[in-house]
């Protein structure tokens, strides 16, 4: 067992969070702020390589793999942690900040993972913690968050399958490239489409995410997305599939997020639109791509963190979630105001991270000519800075005032804020800041006079058509329904009326299929219930009935077979 | 019987003795219980005894596997196959190991265990029961000799009837009734079964018989005898769908028992069966010339679904439990099915690691219903405030049910999984992880009795259970995670086991 192990980030965050649930006050805010800085320190410690050796059934882990790429990620999760642990020391929920650095020091244990077994370990361990965050974000989580296990549950076993069937067909246990040639193959890229919110499995993410705590959603909305995107990036570099599959999440995204009324919903949705971007970009699979990939997971978590906590903020202060409810902010609460607005426009505009990462993308889908590709970003690039961006800040923070009592958010929450700014603005003033990091050499300059001024107009343009359809906008907020809707609300409904009133309201209900499903759900409590056949303590007579039944069976079919 | 008198030469070490003073040493303790009479000294002296049958058990296996073959032990200088011989390979070795450590685990959390659930002037015939029914299933396990299976069965299964009914539950008399009427419905099939073989091959010694009946070829009375032997065993390990007197069993009778008989009873009998599959019949009558695989497949699969989807409705954990026993069998009979080294290794290394887990759940269990007053889902209402400790190792043992790496029950379900993948059977692997979703469900019942809902309003004492008993309960929970994280030793053994049964005791 190699000696670095017990360097390992992912290991010492997770025990930490096991500390962190059992200290308060000015300890905890010391230690979650110490941790990712202890952890980023670790990661920095260890020299290029594979590190391992532990055996486990008949194979050899090689449990921490550092490279450019899985370097890169892992720094930017323990960042994403530091600011989000700043941000959340006024958070009083006891659950909540341990269970963020289980779930945080999960994904950088799945990003350093070197074999599929770790990395499903770490999987596995990401969607608990994640659980326990959004559990922690009250009584009307708690069925959010149990929905989201499930989903995340399902995509293990794919996962799980996935794997095994990778092994016994002979696939080598590194997590390496994986060629899609098979079922087991495609159940692992299943498996990571899951995690990245592909439809149409993805709408656990606007369920789930926006129930939880104000500062919750802040360290969801880093870590198992861009996991997801990282193993993509890994195992599925240049699939051919993933263009389409990715282009659709961003459309799909980009037009929820354009009617969806709640405030952090709609960035929600923004999320699945930008991991579908970073999805297409993986589709191209060239050098530049996977760089813009890598490099756009970091612009995209500190922006999003940004806004969501932003939002975070309101929700404290205001305890209002729909656009509708909100209005007029910007005079209570300056400070906020003008982070989101700087969050919004750090989506793409120069001098922000933002700018320097689309664009790289958008240069490799150029590259490699495909011109509907890149024109299909273009679009969603401008679409998610409506609907994204302006729309969230223009709604929450101008438009009419509705007398909403909200003081400026506190300094922990503006310290948060600030950090991110910072870094936005760092990586967006002084590229190489972040190019030096990326999983490949690159030579790309972005800031040249007909980029710049492209993007400007782009921006311009945006708010222009923004501001014209603001009233039609209105209109239709909330007037979708997701997916989700269909076992959230229409299958247990009509379960319920199978079950509950028997097949004579199921008539209107539903079809056939339905009464079918629902005497088999009234026939399995009727057999398996407590009550019922399969439970009940049977006569002895009856017990060797079965004997004989069985004996019986036996033997015939040694005579005649 | 009148055999079992080793003569102990002075000149001759103990170690050669080894198979003979794993049975004596619990069978002796039992009368010297009854003499005793006394709660504690009765404790004592079976606390001492399954120590050191523990001992003998553990030595006994290093033997075998540093010795890589069989040992054959001649009861009373009588040579086989006139006289009883015992003879221990990897298998028995193994599961006898299992046995013992049950035993070790169980004993001392008797103590306080026992004194709340049965009757002070009971005691001492519990303990002495207890010490039988140990006897019963070593000698059934290390025995070479099909009728000496039978005495040891139904000592085993007499002794057991009794610690049933010593439940404080007045349906625990119930119980222990119809488990008395279908054990030995199970018993004479056995006895049967064996009658027939003993008519063809005129020998009751198990290697000579399997010897012989190869030079028999496929007779009809064979194939009759087989039948009868594969029920009658099927009966007594609780294969779906003769599984019915089990969770009347495990629910009433006292927790101790619980643990013990889920950890081993059914166990032994699972040895039972694969001893005669591989090693009397031989594996190709079995399962290539007469599809017994076939059904056996069909009850394993109707066992792995089934009682698991009866579990989730079950308000009473102990139930609950029992159920999950009977669903869990079907994955070792799963493994017996294919007929494989991979499937009988999955078999064997889940009859240890379901051994520990259910084990471990039914101790830990035991502690909440001393501190609760009952099983029923309502009385544990809030037990995750009340009582932590307990309430977070019943939940890794759950896990381990599940499956979830890290614990032991991921270890014998991967196994089992890359079993039958390597017989191209995928649609079994994926079985497999359906079933375990189940598993998922009924453990979750408890998670969300014991962590999201408030204590009933007449409170049980807060507190943990004793320290007695919360020991061992503690030290099979983390036996569950440790084999787990480190399954070398005990996939290796597991390995060998399935191995020397195809090899059988040439």
């Not at chain 2, 009347?248 to 009998?269: I, R």
């Amino acid at each position: 067992m190699a000696a670095e192990l017990f360097q390992h980030p992912g290991g010492w965050l997770i025990l930490g969070g096991i500390v962190l649930a059992f200290v308060r006050g000015t300890p905890r805010a010391v230690l979650s702020m110490a941790l990712p800085v202890l952890a980023l320190g670790l990661l920095w410690g260890i020299a290029d390589g594979v590190y391992g050796g532990v055996a486990f059934l008949d194979f050899r882990l090689d449990a921490l793999r550092v490279d450019r790429l899985s370097r890169l990620f892992a720094t930017v999760f323990l960042l994403a942690l530091f600011v989000g642990s700043i941000y959340a020391i006024r958070q009083q929920s006891r659950i909540e900040l341990p269970a963020a650095f289980v779930y945080g020091g999960a994904a950088v244990g799945a990003v350093l993972a070197g074999d599929l077994l770790t990395l499903f370990v770490f999987w596995e361990l990401m969607a608990i913690g994640s659980t326990l965050v959004i559990w922690a974000g009250g009584r009307e989580a708690y069925p959010a968050a149990m929905r989201y296990l499930m989903v995340h549950l399902f995509g293990g076993v794919v996962l799980m399958a996935g794997i095994t069937g990778h092994l016994a067909g002979g696939g080598s246990l590194r997590f390496e490239a994986i060629a899609l040639d098979g079922l087991p193959q495609w159940l692992i890229l299943a498996g990571f489409l899951i995690n990245a919110g592909a439809f149409p499995l993805g709408s656990w993410l606007p369920d789930a995410y926006p129930r939880a705590s104000w500062s919750g959603m802040v360290f969801l909305s880093a870590f198992t997305t861009k996991t997801a995107v990282y193993v993509l990036m890994r195992g599925f570099p240049g699939a051919e599939i993933l263009i389409p599959i990715g282009l659709f999440m961003a459309g799909y995204g980009l037009i929820y997020a354009l009617v969806e009324n709640g405030a952090r919903r709609v960035l929600a949705y923004a999320i699945i639109n930008q991991v579908g971007f970073m999805v297409a970009g993986i589709g191209i699979g060239s050098e530049m791509a996977l760089n813009g990939v890598a490099a756009h997971a970091f612009a995209h978590i500190v922006y999003k963190a940004l806004l969501l906590m932003a939002m975070g903020a309101v929700i404290v202060q205001t305890g209002k979630r729909d656009c509708t409810e909100l209005g007029g902010l910007a005079r209570q609460m300056p400070v906020t105001c003008g982070f989101a607005i700087f969050g919004a426009l750090a989506m793409s505009a120069p001098l922000t991270a933002g700018f320097i990462t689309k664009s790289l993308v958008l240069q490799a889908a150029a590259d490699a000519h495909l011109t509907w590709v890149w024109l299909g970003m273009m679009v969603i690039a401008a679409g998610v800075f409506l609907a994204a961006g302006l729309k969230i800040v223009v709604f929450v923070f101008f438009g009419a005032p509705r007398d909403l009592d909200a003081t400026e958010a506190p300094a922990s929450q503006r310290w948060g804020m600030r950090l991110l700014a910072l870094m936005s603005l760092a990586v967006g003033c002084y590229p190489p800041l972040l190019y030096d990091l990326l999983p490949y050499a690159i030579d790309y300059q972005p800031y040249t006079g007909s980029h710049v001024v492209f993007q400007l107009q782009l921006l311009l343009a945006t708010a222009v058509v923004f501001f014209l359809m603001r009233d039609r906008l209105t209109q239709l907020l909330g007037s979708l329904r997701d997916i989700d809707w269909l076992y959230r609300s229409l299958g247990p409904r009509w379960v319920k009326a199978a079950v509950h009133t028997g097949s004579a309201k199921l008539a209107e209900a539903g079809g056939s299929t339905l009464r079918g499903l629902g005497s088999v759900l009234t026939g399995i409590r009727r057999h398996h219930g407590t009550s019922g056949v399969l439970a009940r303590t049977w006569p002895s007579g009856s017990m060797v009935l079965w004997v004989a039944i069985l004996l019986l069976m036996y033997l015939v079919l040694y005579y005649i077979v | 019987m009148t055999n079992l008198q080793p003569t102990i030469a002075p000149d001759t070490l103990l170690t050669q003795h080894l198979p003979i003073l794993l049975v004596i040493v619990p069978l002796l303790s039992a009368p010297l219980i009854v003499l005793l009479r006394r709660s504690f000294l009765s404790w004592l002296v079976a606390m001492i005894a399954s120590v050191a049958a523990f001992g003998i058990a553990a030595l006994l296996l290093q033997q075998v596997l540093a010795s890589d073959g069989v040992i054959a032990y001649a009861i009373g200088n009588w040579e086989a196959p006139l006289g009883i011989e015992l003879r221990v390979d990897a298998v028995n070795a193994f599961v006898a190991f299992i046995v013992a450590l049950v035993g070790v685990f169980v004993l001392p959390y008797c103590r306080i265990g026992i004194a709340a659930e049965v009757r002070q002037e009971e005691h001492y015939l519990f303990y002495a029961m207890l010490m039988l029914c140990l006897c019963g299933l070593l000698g059934i396990l290390l025995t070479g000799d099909a009728f000496n299976v039978f005495v040891f069965l139904e000592i085993s299964s007499l002794a057991t009837y009794v610690l049933i009914a010593m439940g404080r539950d007045r349906r625990a008399l119930v119980a222990s009734y119809q488990y008395l009427l279908m054990g030995t419905v199970g018993a004479t099939l056995y006895v049967i079964g064996i009658g027939i073989l003993y008519l063809q091959t005129g020998t009751l010694n198990l290697a000579d018989m399997a010897q012989r009946l190869s030079g028999v070829g496929d007779v009809r009375a064979t194939l009759a005898a087989l039948a009868f032997i594969t029920v009658g065993v099927s009966l007594k390990i609780a294969l779906f769908p003769l599984h019915l007197w089990l969770p009347n069993a495990y629910a009433y009778s006292p927790s101790a028992v619980s643990a013990f008989l889920a950890a081993t009873a059914t166990k032994v009998s699972i040895y039972v069966l694969m001893r005669y599959y591989f090693t009397v019949f031989g594996a190709v009558t079995v399962f290539d010339a007469h599809n017994t695989g076939m059904i056996l497949l069909a009850l394993s699969l109707a066992a792995m679904f089934i009682p698991a989807v009866v579990a989730i409705f079950q308000r009473d954990v102990k139930r609950l439990l029992a159920y999950s026993s009977v669903s869990q069998i079907g994955y070792i009979t799963l493994g017996i099915s294919l007929g494989t080294v991979g499937g009988l290794t999955a078999a064997i290394a889940h009859l240890f690691n379901h051994a520990l887990t259910k084990g471990a759940l039914f101790l830990v269990l035991g502690g909440i219903v001393l501190r609760c007053g009952g099983a029923n889902l309502d009385r544990l209402a809030g037990i995750g405030r009340t009582m932590p400790v307990a309430a977070f190792a019943f939940v890794i043992g759950g896990l381990s049910l599940i499956g979830i790496p890290g614990t032991a029950g991921f270890i014998s379900k991967w196994y089992l999984v890359t079993a039958a993948m390597a017989e191209g059977q995928w649609w079994l692997a994926g079985a497999v992880m359906m079933s375990s979703l189940l598993a998922v469900i009924y453990v979750w019942r408890f998670v969300e009795v014991a962590y999201f809902q408030a204590p009933p309003d007449d409170h049980p004492p807060v507190g943990e259970a004793p320290l007695s008993m919360r020991v061992p309960a503690l030290l099979m929970v983390g036996a569950c995670v440790y084999f787990g994280l480190d399954a070398t030793w005990s996939g290796e053994v597991a390995t060998r086991a399935a191995t020397a049964l195809l090899e059988g005791w040439q």
